[in-house]
Every structure is written in structure tokens, then in C-alpha cells.
């Protein structure tokens, strides 16, 4: 009686199974699947840890260890000794202030396996993927020295990879500093350079067309994930930047500590924590990528009570023209002049914000305190009230970081709405640590964040939905200076499944000056998109950017009145998004709903392309669509577009045609 009694408790704790492993020193095996029982997590352990990941009957991550050394000599998930297990079902919708849908789904599988030694291993299984991370409830606190992870792969697949760019950077230390903007590789992960750190998110190529995306979430007070290939091995492993040791004050402009010298641990960790989420999202099509919530569903809940405040919107951006506007009685540049040109046509055009980039605050002084003669901030401010336009500033990391607190009420109490933060270029603990501060500096003065110099988003917007946007992309700013060489048109159709999976993006789109493949060259001062102007339109819907920069500069807009109007009425944020049809590095096409209004957006690589979409999500009734098209000279003359409104069919299959580099999008309303 007494056995069948501890037979039934082990039982629900552990399993039958694991039981009668664990009594005869086999390893221990518990699983966990999605809710579809689609995917399916095994977690295995006996002297090491490791688990493996299924889609249906496809391997996409095959068995991979996984531990994290503390310090202290003990190794989380090395010769594990269990505690107990636990099972939870978690079926749930959260209402979100700033995304790409007004309600999300939050749905999954959860297996907690708690061992001796107060840590956890918490493994969650989607619908469309799964993430695991550690968790800790110690007494102390802790070293982390490093932390294994480990993506086993059992074929050699393609992996399409942004690596950290090299320039004078030879040695894996000298990449930690780096501004995550890259184009991708396709390469097999057996042919990636093991000298070249990667950095997330990125894609695997795995069995059956399927697709793995690789990435991290809920990154804090801990450093940022960066992978490259194992020698000799199918495998991407983990590399993290060690702790600063001693940071000087450098960089571009003296506004960044550059890290001379790093201790001989990646973290100092509280007791009690949790650690990232390493993440996986499984799509069987690439479209699914490209919708895909797992990182904000995986963040932190917001600390921020009162949301109402943060509103997103547009920003009239000056630095991508070097401030060349025409038709002015006065010299432009960074004065109060062009400011207040800046704020006019913003004003005019619905336009809720103007954002003074580098060149307000002096220079090489790092003090956002000292503000250059020719900018009188408090006229700006007080004139943009006027005109209901909301200024936001530029600063340097250290700049900002050395004052935050002063810096950060000093213009609240002014007026300014935000503060766009740039050149952290790191995402060791300490930087990390910064945008944490950041976040809660910036909610407690009522500022917007918009970080640049950045790395991936990791769900922070939602655990601080001020932090409205994040670069960390390869935008259209390169089109200043990358010549030819740099394919933006297919990084365009390659980035929404990759980088856009993470978070939004500050990619600043908007060029009027329009570019075919022949034409296009880089021009600092005055310079060209890559592809049609349709495209440029188009991106406003398919790239999401809750504050969303217009690249080109007044003058250019006000040539062109009809792509500015539609550019300033596309929402930032959205009730519902729907992948349509797509695939990485060819094409992309997403529809986005508002209200009663639907936007569709989609871009092409330089093939010319003909698609049928189907906007069955679009219901019953009878639609109107206002259309920008590539026109019929588009892919010679790529400024060539034509607008015009037409009948949406009642079989919802809406036929369209775009350029080489071309884009389609259009504006879905009912009769």
C-alpha cells in the first residue's frame, strides 16, 4: 500500500516513466508540447542537460546542452539532481497599448523543473515555437561566468545571418562593440565564419521548407545573446561580452564609454531571479515569421501604470537631408529657423512630432546641458505647442547617461516629449542595465525612448511602453554612403521575417528621390532610396514603427503632396495584423487593420512580381481601395507611380503587379 502510494505521488510529480529511469539511474526524460500538439520540446538529463526540438516529425533543433556556470564552482544543469516537476496550461488574451494588434493570445505549454540547488529550468512550447530559460531562488548573490547555449542542428542547413560588421574589427572582443546593423548571409552553417560573431535574431533553413528563427527575450540586467558556428560541428553556440572591468569615455563625438578592459564573468545576478528566454520561433511558412508575438509575450509585463500619455506618431526628421531645404529666405541648418519650417509643414500635415537630431547640444562636451547659440529650445518648444507639434531631442549614450535624472525632468518640465538615445553600440550587462534606467527615467518624466546604436528589441516596449521604437537595423540611413554593392531592396524583403520578429523597427523611411537598380548611387547630402517610390509608401504598412521617422525633408514633401498625404495618414500602431504571403528574400505582403480601415503594403525584391492576395480577413461587405501602384515606367524611372481607387472584388483575390524593386499598397475602406 505504502509503495503503490509513492508510486502514484511520483507519478503526478515526475511521471511514470522518469520515475522508473530515475530508480534505475537511466536518464530522465519529460516532454512538453504546444497547445496544436504540433511542436514538442524533450528535455533529457542525467550528467548534462539538453533538450531537443521537433516540428510534427521533422528535428529542427537536434539534442543541445545547455548549463550556466556560476562562480562559485557550480554548474546549473551539469550531473542535475531533481527536485520536482511541474506542468502548467496557460490560455489568455492581454490588451497591449503600442503594437502591432490591439489584443494578443497568449498561449502555451509550460514545464518547470525545479532542482537541488534552488534553480529551475522553465521550458514553454507555442503554437509557434519554444523558449526555454533559468531561473534561480538562492539566498546569495550570484557570478555568472558564462552560460551555455547550444543550437544543435542534424543536417547541414542554410542560415541567413547578420554578422556583426567587421571594418577594423579582427578579433571577437573588438566586435562586442557594434551597432547591430547588417545586411544577411546566406550561407550553410558548416561554411559561417567562426571569427564573425553573429547577432540575433537569425534564421535557419531546416527541414521541409520550415523555418527556425533564433533569439532571445525579457534580456535584463544580463548581456545580450550573440551566436557563431562551432568548428567542425552543425552547431551555433553561445558568446556573450564579459562584464566591464574599466570604460573610457570615446567613441563618435565622445559620447560612448569604450570598454578597455573586461572581468572574467559575463554577469553579477541576483539570488532570486529569472534569466532571458532563448527563443525559437517555428514557422512551416515564412509568412508566419513575419507575425509572429512570441517575443512580447515572453517579456515582462508593463511597470508603467498610466499609458495614456504615450502617443505614437509620426516625426519630421532632419538629419537624413543634411537639413537641405529649398525655397527659403534663410540659410538651413541646425537654427530655429528650419526648426520652425520643420514644424510648420509637420503642423500642416497632421504630423505629431519634429525631432531635433545631433547638432542642438555642443559638441565633443557630452553635456545635453550646454545647448548651441543658434537653437533657443523654449522658443521651439512653446512655438510647436502652438502648431500642436511635440519636439523630441537626439542625445549621446553617455551624454544622457552621466545626468539622467537632471537631464531627463529639465526637458519634461520644458516641454519635450521624448529622447531619441544613441551610439550605446554594446549590449554587455552594463548597457543593458542603461536601457533598463532608461525606460524608467524616461516613464517617470513622461518621455518617449527611441533607442539608436542599439541592439535587438527583447520585449522591453512591453515591459515600458514609452520605449516606442529601436534601430538596430540596416535602414535607410546607409543609403547616405553605401554604394551599389549594398542590396537594400533585398534586405528589405528579408528583414520582416528576421529583425521586425524581435520588435519594431526605426528603419526612417520616406525617400521622394527614388532609384532604379541602374541609377541609384549614394549622396551624403542629398541622397536616393533604393527602388520605386510605391516602395517607400508601402513600407509605412509592412515595416511596424510605432514612431515613424520621414526621412525626406519638407521642401521634397511639399513636391510631392499625394504621397505625402497618404504617408501621414497610415496609422503607427494597429488593431489587427495579418501576414498575407511571403517569402524570405523575395517578397513580402501584410495587411494591417485600424478601426474600419484596412492598409495592405507589399515589396518585391528586384524581380518584377505578380501576386494574388487573398483579403478574406477583410469580411462581409462591399470595399473601396485607394491604390498606389508601380506605373508603367517604374522599373527605368523609379519615382513613376499611379494612384487610383478602385473596387475591392467580392472573391477577395486582389491581383497586383510590382516593378523590380517595385512596392504595392493600398488604403481598404468600406462603401
Not at 382 to 395: E, P, R
Not at 473 to 502: C, F, N
Not at 508 to 528: F, H, L
Request: overall charge negative.
Amino acid at each position: 500500500m505504502i509503495y503503490r502510494l509513492l508510486l502514484i505521488v511520483s507519478f503526478i510529480c515526475y511521471g511514470y516513466t522518469s520515475f522508473a529511469q530515475q530508480n534505475s539511474g537511466a536518464s530522465q526524460t519529460y516532454t512538453v508540447q504546444s497547445p496544436d500538439g504540433k511542436i514538442k520540446a524533450t528535455v533529457v538529463f542525467k550528467g548534462q542537460l539538453t533538450y531537443t526540438v521537433t516540428h510534427e516529425t521533422d528535428v529542427v533543433i537536434a539534442p543541445s546542452p545547455i548549463s550556466m556556470q556560476l562562480a562559485n564552482g557550480e554548474a546549473l544543469g551539469v550531473s542535475p539532481r531533481l527536485k520536482n516537476v511541474k506542468r502548467n496550461s496557460v490560455n489568455q488574451t492581454f490588451q497591449t497599448p503600442v503594437y502591432k494588434r490591439s489584443e494578443v493570445q497568449d498561449q502555451y505549454n509550460e514545464l518547470v523543473i525545479n532542482f537541488k540547488g534552488d534553480y529551475s529550468v522553465i521550458f514553454r512550447a507555442y503554437n509557434d515555437g519554444v523558449a526555454y530559460r533559468f531561473a534561480t531562488s538562492k539566498k546569495k548573490d550570484l557570478i555568472v561566468e558564462n552560460e551555455e547555449v547550444t543550437f544543435n542542428f542534424n543536417n547541414d542547413y542554410t542560415a541567413i545571418v547578420p554578422y556583426v560588421k567587421q571594418e577594423e574589427k579582427t578579433t571577437i572582443e573588438q566586435q562586442f562593440n557594434n551597432s547591430f546593423e547588417n545586411s544577411y548571409i546566406h550561407k550553410p552553417i558548416s561554411k559561417l565564419d567562426s571569427e564573425r560573431l553573429a547577432f540575433l535574431p537569425l534564421v535557419v533553413e531546416v527541414a521541409n521548407g520550415k523555418k527556425v528563427a533564433i533569439t532571445e527575450a525579457d534580456l535584463e540586467s544580463y548581456p545580450g545573446l550573440f551566436l557563431n558556428n562551432d568548428p567542425g560541428k552543425i552547431a551555433l553556440k553561445g558568446v556573450f561580452a564579459a562584464y566591464p572591468k574599466r570604460t573610457e569615455q570615446g567613441g563618435h563625438n565622445q559620447l560612448q564609454m569604450l570598454v578597455k578592459e573586461r572581468e572574467d564573468f559575463i554577469a553579477k545576478a541576483k539570488g532570486t531571479r529569472n534569466f532571458p528566454w532563448r527563443v525559437m520561433v517555428i514557422a512551416a511558412h515564412d509568412k508566419q515569421l513575419a507575425d509572429s508575438d512570441m517575443v512580447y509575450k515572453l517579456a515582462s509585463a508593463s511597470r508603467v501604470k498610466d499609458v495614456s500619455w504615450v502617443k505614437p506618431g509620426k516625426v519630421a526628421w532632419d538629419w537624413w537631408n543634411d537639413w537641405n531645404i529649398s525655397g527659403v529666405d534663410f540659410k538651413s541648418g541646425i537654427n530655429n529657423q528650419t526648426y520652425k519650417y520643420y514644424i510648420d509643414f509637420a503642423s500642416a500635415n497632421n504630423i505629431e512630432y519634429v525631432i531635433l537630431d545631433e547638432g542642438w547640444a555642443v559638441n565633443l562636451k557630452a553635456d545635453l546641458m550646454q545647448v548651441v547659440p543658434e537653437i533657443d529650445l523654449e522658443e521651439l518648444i512653446d512655438y510647436g505647442k502652438q502648431k500642436n507639434v511635440g519636439i523630441i531631442l537626439w542625445a549621446g549614450f553617455h551624454a544622457f547617461d552621466r545626468d539622467m535624472e537632471k537631464v531627463s525632468k529639465h526637458y519634461a518640465d520644458m516641454g519635450v516629449k521624448g529622447f531619441k538615445v544613441d551610439f550605446m553600440d554594446r549590449d554587455d550587462q552594463e548597457v543593458v542595465d542603461f536601457y533598463y534606467r532608461a525606460a524608467a527615467t524616461g516613464a517617470k518624466h513622461k518621455l518617449l525612448m527611441d533607442f539608436h546604436g542599439a541592439y535587438k528589441p527583447t520585449g522591453l516596449q512591453r515591459t515600458y511602453p514609452n520605449v516606442i521604437n529601436f534601430e538596430g537595423v540596416h535602414g535607410l540611413e546607409q543609403m547616405k554612403w553605401s554604394g551599389p554593392e549594398v542590396d537594400q531592396v533585398t534586405y528589405d524583403v528579408t528583414m520582416p521575417y528576421i529583425r521586425m520578429l524581435a520588435g519594431p523597427v526605426d528603419y526612417t523611411q520616406g525617400a521622394m528621390r527614388n532609384a532604379s537598380k541602374d541609377s541609384y548611387r549614394p549622396v551624403n547630402s542629398e541622397p536616393m532610396s533604393q527602388g520605386t517610390r510605391t516602395r517607400q509608401l508601402a513600407e509605412y504598412v509592412v515595416f511596424e514603427s510605432p514612431l515613424n521617422m520621414m526621412a525626406d525633408n519638407p521642401s521634397n514633401y511639399m513636391k510631392e503632396p499625394e504621397s505625402t498625404k497618404f504617408i501621414a495618414a497610415v496609422p503607427e500602431v494597429w488593431d489587427n495584423t495579418v501576414a498575407l504571403d511571403g517569402k524570405i528574400a523575395e517578397y513580402i505582403a501584410i495587411a494591417r487593420q485600424k478601426g474600419n480601415e484596412w492598409y495592405i503594403g507589399a515589396l518585391t525584391n528586384w524581380d518584377a512580381r505578380e501576386l494574388e492576395l487573398d483579403l478574406s480577413c477583410l469580411g462581409e461587405g462591399n470595399y473601396k481601395a485607394e491604390v498606389f501602384r508601380d506605373g508603367v515606367n517604374a522599373d527605368r524611372v523609379a519615382s513613376d507611380y499611379k494612384r487610383e481607387v478602385i473596387d475591392v472584388p467580392q472573391n477577395r483575390k486582389l491581383k497586383i503587379y510590382m516593378a523590380p524593386g517595385g512596392g504595392y499598397v493600398t488604403r481598404i475602406y468600406r462603401q
